[in-house]
């Protein structure tokens, strides 16, 4: 099964050079290519195609599924990049409203709307987590706290570590650089993607 796959791929990426896929095509049948293909692969074990006019078929078949593939992928993508980016103003703004709304101490100066109180439970969960690290990670955690100016021996190291983070750290920031990574990761194709079978 996977030699008629494979064979069927070689012979629709050899068509698929540059240029007009069905020019290609027609020279390829034209220079008994499809011949050849249909006399060392004999259909026995898979089913493969018996002529060159049959190959030929097959091998347009499989560019026009390639390419409405690539439509199909390149719209999803633009759809993706297009959300993700009205994510990340949408949160910049937040985060602009939040220094308006909140005072430096955190305390809610105005009424906060539903978006901007989802925006800061996430805020504060996330600083809650970051502090958290003391008994998860004591070495990392004592190592930021050294590189923050903070003495990893007080009483309140964790109580300045997140006042600082909470007064120095954009988390607006934090999320956009997040969901460039992912997006990052499904725009680009891989190298073992392109050695898969």
């Not at 499989?62 to 439509?71: A, I, P, R, T, Y």
């Not at 978006?115 to 190592?143: S, T």
Request: glycine share 6%; hydrophobic share 45%; aromatic share 12%.
């Amino acid at each position: 099964m996977m030699r008629g796959v494979t064979v069927i791929a070689c012979a629709t990426s050899c068509t698929a050079n540059f240029g007009d896929a069905e020019a290609d095509n027609i020279s390829l049948l034209q220079s008994t290519g499809f011949d050849w293909l249909a006399s060392v692969y004999p259909s026995d074990e898979v089913h493969l195609p018996l002529t060159d006019s049959d190959w030929l078929h097959v091998a347009e078949d499989v560019h026009m599924k390639l390419f409405l593939g690539m439509v199909f992928y390149f719209a999803l993508i633009s759809r993706v990049v297009a959300g993700s980016t009205g994510m990340l103003r949408h949160w910049e703004k937040l985060r602009l409203r939040r220094k308006k709304v909140c005072g430096v101490d955190g305390t809610f100066k105005l009424k906060a709307d539903s978006d901007l109180e989802d925006y800061l439970i996430w805020r504060a969960f996330f600083l809650d987590k970051l502090v958290m690290l003391q008994f998860q990670r004591p070495a990392q955690f004592k190592a930021t706290l050294e590189k923050l100016g903070i003495d990893p021996a007080e009483k309140d190291a964790g109580f300045r570590f997140r006042h600082y983070v909470a007064t120095h750290f954009a988390f607006s920031a934090y999320l956009a650089l997040n969901v460039e990574a992912g997006v990052s990761d499904m725009i680009e194709v891989h190298n073992m993607t392109w050695c898969g079978p």
